[in-house]
C-alpha cells in the first residue's frame, strides 16, 4: 500500500564499508530521487533518474552510485563509507507531468556511520 | 544563489493563532511550482499545499494557504488556528518546470504552545 518504500529504516555501519538502500515506488511516476538531509536538516538533491535514465547528478562523490534496474526502483550504493556521510536519505518520486504534481517521498533512510 | 531562501530558523506561536512562515525564491525559468512541506519528528515529509507560477489565485488547503506574491517572488505558507500537531520543519521548495528539479529552503522550526 505504501507510496514510496525504502529499506532499510536504519543503518549503522563502519567506516570503510559498503553499502546499499532500496528504493521503490509503486505510484507509476517516471521520475526518481535521491536526496540527502544532513544533520541541520538541509535538504540536498543527488541523483534524478527519468524512467531509469540518468538526468541529474548532483557533486556527489563517486562513492555514491546509484542504480534504477527499472522505473520503479532506484537503489543507491555507498562505497568506502565515511563519518560525513552520515546522514538522512530520502528516496521521492515525481510524475513527468508538470503541474502540481509535488515530489513524494519515502520514510527515509538513517545512515550512521561509525 | 540560493535558490529558496527561509530566513526563520525557529518560530514560536501560542496555539490557535495564526503564524507565517516565509519563503523567497530565485529563478529565471517562467514556470515553476512552489510546494511547502512539513516534517515533524518522527521524520516523514508531508506534502501540504501547491502554487504554480501561473496561478491567479493564492492556494489554499484547509488551515494552510500560501501568500504568493510574484514580483517580490515570495511564496509565504500562513497557518491559521495553529495546533500543537502543527509542531514540526516546514519547508518550501521549488520545482523548475524545465528540468523536473525540486530546491528545498533550510526549513523553520515551528514551535506551537499551549
Known amino acids: 500500500d505504501t507510496a514510496v518504500s525504502q529499506t532499510p529504516k536504519y543503518l549503522v555501519t563502519q567506516m570503510g564499508n559498503d553499502k546499499s538502500i532500496k528504493c521503490e515506488q509503486n505510484l507509476g511516476h517516471d521520475t526518481m530521487y535521491w536526496y540527502k538531509q544532513d544533520s541541520k536538516k538541509f535538504l540536498k538533491i543527488m541523483f534524478s533518474y527519468n524512467n531509469k535514465e540518468l538526468i541529474i547528478n548532483e557533486t556527489v562523490p563517486n562513492r555514491f552510485s546509484p542504480k534504477s534496474p527499472d522505473k520503479a526502483h532506484l537503489n543507491l550504493h555507498i562505497n568506502s563509507l565515511e563519518l560525513g556521510d552520515s546522514a538522512v536519505y530520502f528516496c521521492?518520486?515525481?510524475?513527468?507531468?508538470?503541474?502540481?504534481?509535488?515530489?513524494?517521498f519515502g520514510n527515509g533512510t538513517r545512515l550512521t556511520v561509525t | 544563489a540560493q535558490k529558496i531562501t527561509q530566513t526563520q530558523p525557529g518560530m514560536f506561536v501560542q496555539e490557535k493563532e495564526a503564524v507565517t512562515l516565509d519563503c523567497t525564491y530565485d529563478?529565471?525559468?517562467?514556470?515553476?511550482?512552489l510546494f511547502w512541506y512539513k516534517q515533524p519528528s518522527s521524520g516523514e515529509m508531508i506534502f501540504l499545499i501547491y502554487?504554480?507560477?501561473?496561478?491567479?489565485q493564492n492556494a489554499t488547503e484547509g488551515r494552510y494557504s500560501l501568500n504568493f506574491q510574484k514580483a517580490r517572488k515570495s511564496a509565504n505558507l500562513v497557518i491559521s488556528a495553529s495546533q500543537l500537531g502543527d509542531s514540526a520543519m516546514y519547508f518550501c521548495?521549488?520545482?523548475?518546470?524545465?528540468?523536473?528539479?525540486?530546491?528545498f529552503g533550510s526549513g523553520t522550526k515551528l514551535n506551537v504552545k499551549p
Open positions: 502554487q504554480g507560477s501561473y496561478d491567479q
Open positions: 529563478t529565471s525559468d517562467p514556470s515553476y511550482g
Open positions: 521548495a521549488m520545482r523548475e518546470d524545465n528540468f523536473n528539479k525540486f530546491y
Open positions: 521521492a518520486s515525481s510524475p513527468r507531468s508538470q503541474g502540481g504534481s509535488p515530489l513524494h
